[in-house]
């Protein structure tokens, strides 16, 4: 199986290719602006690749020979001083690959069926509205020109042991279960939301899938 993770070097990308990394059977590509990984990551078996897939390159040639395309590309807050936007940063990636994928699976030539998952998020704080609009934005784009071949996983805050922030939220979260704001927020370790996409390119089922309301 070849599969390629759009945004390999974030926080979330970089947590599956090091889970995908342990399964001989697949053959891996990371694909993003920066093409190779911080100095600290050792994954031989992991192609890395620079593209901006934004714009048309030879990245699409590699999305046509994936049989999975996983975008982890995005933003949590849009920063003026470096010019970046939920639009630039997190929709128009998604977007890109989504009608390129679309106009492949499509082509007459091509016998292969790239199949498309996306890392969402199941909801956040009031003050994190626009993410959870970009996010929906891109759903909207895989419902209507990949609805037999996407799936969507929504996560919430991510955690990771390396971020005692977000392990500190997590633990308070845990003590007020009965909350629903709580539950809505779902805490997900970077681990977990690795071993979970496993499961989806696998054919197995997946709680991530669901939303929590």
């Known amino acids: 199986m070849i599969i390629t993770v759009v945004g390999g070097n974030g926080f979330v990308g970089s947590g599956m290719l090091k889970e995908l990394s342990q399964f001989d059977d697949f053959e891996l590509y990371s694909l993003s602006r920066s093409g190779l990984p911080n100095k600290h990551v050792t994954l031989p078996n992991v192609k890395w690749l620079k593209g901006d897939v934004s714009q048309p390159g030879d990245w699409e040639r590699i999305i046509a020979k994936s049989d999975w395309v996983i975008d982890c590309v995005g933003i949590l807050f849009p920063n003026p001083l470096t010019k970046t936007s939920y639009w630039k940063n997190s929709i128009q990636p998604a977007e890109s690959l989504i009608n390129t994928i679309h106009r492949q699976n499509i082509a007459s030539d091509n016998p292969k069926k790239t199949h498309f998952l996306f890392v969402s998020a199941n909801y956040g704080p009031f003050f994190m509205a626009p993410y959870i609009k970009a996010k929906l934005e ?6 209507r020109l990949l609805p037999k071949n996407s799936i969507v996983v929504y996560p919430g805050i991510v955690t990771d042991s390396s971020k005692p922030t977000t392990r500190l939220l997590e ?8 909350s629903l704001y709580f539950k809505r927020l779902r ?3 970077r681990d977990v939301i ?11 089922t997946s709680f991530l ?4 309301d």
């Not at 979260?173 to 009965?178: G, Q, S, V």
């Open 187 to 189: 805490f997900v370790s």
């Open 138 to 143: 891109v759903e909207k784009d895989m419902a």
């Open 171 to 178: 633990n308070l979260a845990k003590a007020l279960t009965l």
């Open 209 to 212: 899938t669901e939303r929590v």
């Open 194 to 204: 690795a071993q979970e996409t496993v499961r989806i390119l696998t054919g197995e």
